[in-house]
T-cell receptor, first 108, second 112 residues
Framework: GQNIDQPTEMTATEGAIVQINCTYQTSGFNGLFWYQQHAGEAPTFLSYNVLDGLEEKGRFSSFLSRSKGYSYLLLKELQMKDSASYLCARGGYNKLIFGAGTRLAVHP | EAQVTQNPRYLITVTGKKLTVTCSQN?????MSWYRQDPGLGLRQIYY???????DKGDVPEGYKVSRKEKRNFPLILESPSPNQTSLYFC???????????FGPGTRLTVL
């Protein structure tokens, strides 16, 4: 939605690394969020980037390039419980604009 | 426990019957927001509020109303629901727009 693009679906193997990309419209940019949403549940916050570079938080890392309008979420040592949708959201004027989400399936 | 609550969690209603979905947060957050989530479209913002008595339209406000008379509550009102408002609704709150948003558990609404 609204000029935020991320892949619809991805699959990965338990223990592996997966990178979920997100591109967004750069005008009015005010931070980039990643949320995790398990089926039937509310989104929960994963990360926030406002400056270029990599933010690492345990098994999850998020990268931002403001000039390219590009972010990615990196998940390491995948576990079955990481099967969920991952939502990229761009901060704009007084609101967040969400992408449609990437559904990640982790298999044994 | 810091949380956002929504009621009801599930609702089946008929076209034209006014309904209200309540949202309450206990974190003293100034910013509150309502979203709807539909398959393939992601979360779309309906309305948001920067503070008490300050509300503004999001991306899909048609058919909805909100009010913010108290800091903790932000009800969503559907005056005359229609089937295209069948969706999963989330309320969220945060210190400000630029901060982490905390989501309520969601309300699944079906309009027949």
């Amino acid at each position: 939605g609204q000029n935020i693009d991320q892949p619809t679906e991805m699959t990965a193997t338990e223990g592996a690394i997966v990178q979920i990309n997100c591109t967004y419209q750069t005008s009015g940019f005010n931070g980039l969020f990643w949320y995790q949403q398990h089926a039937g549940e509310a989104p929960t916050f994963l990360s926030y980037n406002v400056l270029d570079g990599l933010e690492e938080k345990g098994r999850f890392s998020s990268f931002l390039s403001r000039s390219k309008g590009y972010s990615y979420l990196l998940l390491k040592e995948l576990q079955m419980k990481d099967s969920a949708s991952y939502l990229c959201a761009r901060g704009g004027y007084n609101k967040l604009i969400f992408g449609a989400g990437t559904r990640l399936a982790v298999h044994p | 426990e810091a949380q956002v609550t929504q009621n009801p969690r599930y609702l089946i209603t008929v076209t034209g019957k006014k309904l209200t979905v309540t949202c309450s947060q206990n974190m003293n957050h100034e910013y509150m927001s309502w979203y709807r989530q539909d398959p393939g479209l992601g979360l779309r913002q309906i309305y948001y509020s920067m503070n008490v008595e300050v509300t503004d339209k999001g991306d899909v406000p048609e058919g909805y109303k909100v009010s913010r008379k108290e800091k903790r509550n932000f009800p969503l009102i559907l005056e005359s629901p229609s089937p295209n408002q069948t969706s999963l609704y989330f309320c969220a709150s945060s210190i400000s727009m630029a901060d982490t948003q905390y989501f309520g558990p969601g309300t699944r609404l079906t309009v027949l």
